[in-house]
Structure formats: C-alpha cells, structure tokens
C-alpha cells in the first residue's frame, strides 16, 4: 500500500508524493538547549525517528534528508548563561550533548542534518530584509514585525494551518497587545539585545540605512534553517501540536510573504503533529513543574522500554504517562526478546525482511499500535514453530520479527544481553544453576521447592518468566 500521512494543513490522510525525484526531505522542530529535555520532548523524536526509518525502507533508491533544527539562542538560553557567568554556547554545548546521548539511549538515528540557530543568522537578515522590501514587515521602536494582516488579506491563508480565521485568533488572545504593534496579530522578527546579552548585525534599518544589533525572533528561524538546508518546497514538517499556532502558523507566512509563494504547500507540502504526553491527563510541561525528565528515567529503566512506551499509543493521540505504561513496556519488550532468544538457543535467527503487514502498518500514518500487533503476531509464530520442533520455521519467523522490530527501532539489542543486564558470569552461572534446579524440581511436581528456589532468585533481584517453551529470566 502507498504511504499516507495526516496532513494538518488539508485535515485528511493523504498519499505522500515526494516533491523531487531524487529524494525525499522532512524537516522537524528540534529542542531548545537550556536545560534536561523530559520525556514528553522526546516523543517527537521518537516518532519522526520512526518515520526516518520508513522512508529509508520505502524509497531505497534515493537518500532521504532528515533536519532537525538546535535553537542555540533564546531568552531561558540568555537567562541561564547570566545566572552562571558564561557565554551562552557553553549552555547550549553542554545541553546539546545531553539531549543526544537521551536520544542515543532511546533508540533514535541522528538526523542527517541538525542545524543551529546562531549558525544561520545570515539567512535569517536575509529573510526578514525580504519581508521589508516587499512591504510586509515594518519597523518599530527598533523591532522588525511581520505584517500578519496584509499578509492575510484577500486570501485568508494565514490562519489555514489552525483553521482559523485571524479574526477569531485576535479575539481569542489573551496576550496584552505591544504598543509598537500595528496589529495584534502581529509577531516579532528581529529585536533588539539586552545588555550583556549576545547582539548579531541585523537587517537594515530602512529609515538610516544602518544594520539593526539584536537577535531574531522565534519563528524566523525555523524558515530560515528549513529552507537553506533543504530548499523550497520540502516535503514533510513535523512537530508537537502545540507549535501549530503560533510557530509553524508564523513559519508558513513569513516564508509564503518573503517568496511570494502562491500556495501554503510551495513552503512545506505535509505537515505532521504529534499528541501531547500527560501526567494524570494533564500536558507535561516544564512550567507546570510536572515533567519526567529523560536522563532520570534511564536510571531506572532501559532506553528502549521507554520508547516502546511512547510508541504504545498512536502518534496522533494523547498519551498519559504512568508508571503502569512503562511496567507494561518492560513486560513487552520481555515477552518479544523471550522469543529471539529461545529462537537463537534453538537453531539460531535467520536474516529476513520485515513481514508486509509491518510495512503496510505504518505505511497508514505511522499506526504503531498496529505495527506493534505484527511484533506480538510473529513473536507468536515463533512459539508456535519451537513448540511444534520446526528450528528452521522459528529461526525464520524470528528473523522477520528482528527485522520488523528495527523498523521501529526495537529488538536490536543481543536477547541475552537484554535478559542479563550486564551480568557478570559468575552470577549468570548462579542463576542458570538455580533455574536448573528449579526446572528439575517442577518435572518432580516438588512445587514447595519450585517456590523457594523462584523465591532464592527473587532475592537476588531476577525476574523469571515461565513460556511455553521454557523459562528465561532478566536482571530486575
């Protein structure tokens, strides 16, 4: 079956068709380097990274180009630089490197361009002097504003994105108007430092002539960064659900103004938005003070439960994380790896493709729930075909599951590795021993010295899991 993808711009599943023949481009919002990132940043990157990896199975004969922007410049950024008495690359240097080693340990491929904020600032003067010569910016009490409402006029594009009218987004706002604006609506392109605060050259002001010191706003970043990296149009935009307005809503605009494009879709042709992460059905959020934070997680769990977690839910929906969802997870993970590795003490894992009905799951707009079904089905065969004798069947079906699994990243890990959890031998020849011992005990129906050894290996912080085709067991 073709790919289709949510559009958010048109509200329908559509056929994805890449703009070029020769590859295909997606560009999604990145972090903002200033603190830890929480595990509702990362579910973003874990379902683009998904979406990476499909594309790389689908269109094998062309690259596929995947950005994903770093904003190195920022008010918390600016903020945290002053409270520690440092430039502020040491900030984003040091949160960079964080966010990447919680990105590495969650299973996701670093994009194949990560471009930095500060390292565009060229293309963002350039972007808003554009804007300034085609009348649809202007200057004020030294900020340069995008005209939002002559942008608007006569076709009503501004607002597609939300589907709202800008009329209906001025009466919602809740936000007190700057007095330098000449509509409410309209947002910040480039403005002025603050003392002590980082200051680039700026657009020319048109009233001296004079590049304006500042730094940019926002949204023009995103335009900027997208279109140098990839050109116009690009195929796929992704991000959170709380950047359609007013991020990606201003980031259409301005690049549709600076161009002149006639359509919305000659800027980005798919735009893709992830559900919010909860806590008790409320969104995570730094500022609500209720976040799970990344590098605290991986203490207590592997990287790749994690993921497993925010792929149990389609990307499309909320997702409320609870303790009892990452349990699940690790359950999961331990059922799926409990059959690779009983495969691999049997006969062995033979190389395979992924089955078609992986494909085809998340070929439907990315439907993990669905794909996840295909892991379980053939982690099923694979019990089947072991129970029945047939080593050669199991060994195949568990090569497709393998395959199947690294298409969401998944089931890369070696079984045993994964059960043992870095164990030494001396302890994996005590555990092995006591499973031994236990087994013997169970075929002599002795329960009450089945339950003590099982207990023994409790107290030794192992989980064992009984199977059809025997036991395994994981460090707990």
């Known amino acids: 079956m073709p790919l289709k993808l949510h559009d958010t711009l048109s509200r329908e599943k559509r056929v994805f068709e890449p703009a070029q023949a020769d590859r295909v481009t997606m560009y999604v919002c990145g972090p903002t380097v200033y603190n830890h990132a929480h595990i509702g940043n990362a579910r973003p990157a874990v379902v683009f990274d998904v979406l990476f990896r499909l594309l790389q199975q689908l269109y094998p004969d062309r690259p596929v180009t995947y950005a994903r922007n770093i904003t190195d410049v920022d008010d918390k950024i600016n903020a945290r ?34 471009p930095r904020a500060t390292a565009h600032m060229g293309e963002m003067v350039a972007l808003i002097e554009g804007l300034l010569d085609r009348g649809l910016a202007y200057v004020a009490a030294g900020e340069v504003l995008f005209d939002v409402a002559r942008f608007d006029a006569g076709t009503g594009r501004y607002g597609a994105l939300s589907n709202r009218s800008l009329d209906d987004m001025i009466a919602g706002a809740r936000v007190e108007v ?44 995103c335009s900027a960064m997208a279109e140098k990296v990839l050109g116009l149009p690009f195929d796929i935009h992704g991000g959170g659900l709380d950047l359609i307005f007013p991020h990606h809503t201003n980031e259409i605009a301005q690049s549709c103004a600076a161009h002149g494009l006639a359509a919305n879709t000659d800027y980005a042709r798919y735009w893709m938005h992830n559900g919010f992460l909860t806590m008790d059905a409320e969104k995570m959020s730094k500022s609500l003070g209720n976040v799970s934070l990344i590098t605290e997680l991986l203490e207590r769990q592997p990287g790749e439960v994690l993921r497993l977690a925010l792929l149990s839910a389609h990307y499309r929906g909320p997702l409320d ?7 699940q997870a690790r359950k999961n993970l331990d059922r799926l790896y409990g059959a690779l590795k009983r495969a691999g003490d049997a006969g062995g894992i033979s190389d395979a493709e992924a089955p078609q ?112 085709t025997g036991a395994t067991w994981r460090r707990g």
């Open 81 to 114: 630089a002053a409270e520690e008495g440092v430039e502020i690359g040491v900030i984003t240097d040091r949160y960079t490197a964080i966010y990447h080693s919680d990105l590495d340990a969650l299973g996701c491929l670093r994009p194949t361009v990560e």
């Open 178 to 221: 700057a007095g330098n604006k000449e509509n409410a609506a309209d947002f910040v392109l480039w403005k002025p430092s603050k003392p002590g605060e980082p200051s680039w050259p700026g657009p020319l002001d048109p009233a001296s002539g004079e590049p304006m010191p500042g730094r940019p706003g926002w949204h023009i970043e």
């Open 321 to 327: 994380w609870t303790d009892q969802l990452v349990d």
């Open 357 to 468: 009905a992986m494909v085809e799951a998340l070929s439907d707009d990315l439907n993990t729930p669905a794909a996840l079904a295909v892991l379980f089905d053939a982690a099923g065969a694979v019990e089947r075909a072991l129970n029945d004798g047939e080593v050669a069947t199991a060994a195949a079906r568990a090569g497709e599951l393998r395959a199947a699994g690294q298409l969401m990243g998944l089931l890369q890990q070696d079984p045993n590795a994964w059960f043992e959890g870095g164990a030494d031998d001396a302890f994996k020849a005590q555990v092995e021993a006591l499973l031994g011992r236990r087994m013997q005990a169970r075929a002599n129906k002795d329960w009450a010295e089945a339950d003590r050894i099982r207990d023994e290996l409790t107290a030794l912080k192992v989980v064992v899991m009984d199977g059809p």
